[in-house]
């Protein structure tokens, strides 16, 4: 069985398009993971700390046969491989993955909440999505991610590439 994921990819250090990019090959080699979209670059404000570098962000979907947790681990782990360090919160980073959706599941574990509880707050995470998937209704929300756009109140500025 294959899960619909939709994962949020940013870097604010270094060559972030090319972490962004190695971070995407990584994900598309596991046996059985098929990239089925993904939007353009932006160029994204920092949020949440703003003293630090801006980022490069975007939004993938991906077809695994990965469960949840398998899934956080296989991210994580290429996060590790691309450099990251894992600081205090909204920490600057050679990569994040985040996975965003998982089928239309609600998960809450002490390790990982899906959908990501700060969807709806986030344009660089709205815009890239509703580039894909504006038709994609969150499973709490019960709004499409276009709704969601529409209705954020993030002013943070979001450049597309």
């Known amino acids: 069985m294959k899960n619909d994921v939709y994962v949020g990819l940013g870097s604010n250090l270094g060559d972030k398009i090319k ?22 670059f932006y ?17 993938v979907k991906l077809q695994t046969p990965l469960g949840v947790a398998a899934l956080l681990d296989f991210l994580q782990n ?3 491989i691309n450099e990251r360090i894992r600081g205090d919160k909204w920490f600057p980073r050679t990569i994040d993955l985040d996975i965003l959706f998982f089928n239309n599941e609600v998960i809450n574990r002490p390790e990982i909440h ?39 109140t993030d002013n943070k500025e979001v450049i597309k590439l």
Request: a negative charge; proline letters at 7%; glycine letters at 4%.
């Open 43 to 59: 160029r994204t404000e920092p949020w949440g700390r703003e003293d630090q570098d801006w980022f490069i962000n975007c939004v």
């Open 19 to 40: 972490y962004c990019n190695d971070a995407v090959e990584e994900i598309s080699r596991y046996k059985g993971n098929v990239i089925g979209g993904r939007s353009s």
């Open 114 to 152: 899906i959908p990501h509880p700060l969807i709806q707050e986030r344009k660089f995470v709205l815009i890239p999505l509703n580039e894909i998937c504006p038709q994609m209704v969150h499973p709490v929300l019960n709004q499409s991610v276009k709704e969601l756009l529409e209705k954020t």
């Open 78 to 80: 290429i996060e590790i």
